[in-house]
């Protein structure tokens, strides 16, 4: 069973999957949303038939100040229709402020293309999401 990462953004979703024992979070796709929300649940519905997922990870976009933003408000609205429509699977949010930063760091670092940076931000904001999520998990069993 893996987790799924998603980073929800206006214009496009970021998603990550972990490996099958849950170590390592991996980028997977960048999603156009164009607009609406039935391009995402229906590409979900097919990685899901591809993956044993047992928790979906949503990042919220908390203002830095940790105040609910205008982006977060949408954002769990997406969140509400993924519990409606995959009510087996367990749903988690996380904080992902700073995660488009550091995803911004790693591509400079990377020397990625500019062009090619808008297509894989997300992905990588995605990955970001997960791993903390992962560290969440571990740090909580640590204890």
Do not use: W
């Amino acid at each position: 069973m893996r987790y799924l990462g998603i980073d929800y953004g206006e214009a496009r979703v970021g998603i990550a999957i972990t490996d099958g024992l849950n170590i390592t979070a991996q980028g997977l796709e960048t999603i156009q949303r164009n607009g609406t929300d039935k391009t995402i649940l229906k590409r979900l519905d097919e990685i899901l038939a591809q993956y044993e997922v047992e928790t979906i990870v949503v990042g919220m976009p908390l203002n830095m100040n940790g105040t609910i933003s205008q982006r977060a408000e949408i954002t769990k609205q997406f969140i509400h229709k993924l519990k409606c429509k995959y009510n087996k699977i367990k749903i988690e949010e996380i904080d992902e402020r700073l995660t488009t930063v550091e995803a911004h760091k790693t591509m400079n670092f990377l020397e990625v293309n500019k062009n090619k940076k808008k297509n894989i931000v997300d992905t990588i904001s995605a990955v970001y999401i997960l791993e903390t999520y992962l560290n969440k998990i571990k740090n909580n069993i640590e204890k």
